[in-house]
Nanobody, 121 residues
Framework: RLVESGGGLVQAGDSLRLSCAGS????????AGWFRQVAGGERDFVAS????????VYADSVRGRYTISRDNSKNEVYLQMNNLKPEDTAVYYC????????????????WGQGTQVTVSS
């Protein structure tokens, strides 16, 4: 089970830090990533991180502004979001998966419930 937190309403240029907590096995031996979805849209890849090497992959739209990290001892994954833009508004989901960190939402095995991020202009 995955539980996201940290979403909210902010202004353009502000920062937010999302957290994803896993209970039991979900994150401890899985790759992990963040995805986002706007109403009526697809669930799009945002960032992912390897559980051993800490290698990361980012979507072009967030590279340089977002940073994904994880703490395996706490079974948690984080997404630091800086210089937020109105187009970053979405529900953000944490996902656990296996295999390559070049991932799409179709490869995710376990999802969290999502947390809303709203960026006003």
């Amino acid at each position: 089970r995955l539980v996201e937190s940290g979403g909210g309403l902010v202004q353009a240029g502000d920062s937010l830090r999302l957290s994803c907590a896993g209970s039991g096995r979900p994150l401890s031996h899985f790759e992990a990533g963040w995805f986002r979805q706007v109403a009526g849209g697809e669930r799009d890849f945002v960032a992912s991180i390897d559980w051993i090497s800490r290698d990361t992959v980012y979507a072009d739209s967030v590279r340089g502004r977002y940073t994904i990290s994880r703490d395996n001892s706490k079974n948690e994954v984080y997404l630091q979001m800086n210089n937020l833009k109105p187009e970053d508004t979405a529900v953000y989901y944490c996902g656990a998966f296996e295999g390559s960190i070049n991932v799409t939402s179709a490869n995710v095995l376990i999802w969290g419930q999502g947390t809303q991020v709203t960026v006003s202009s």
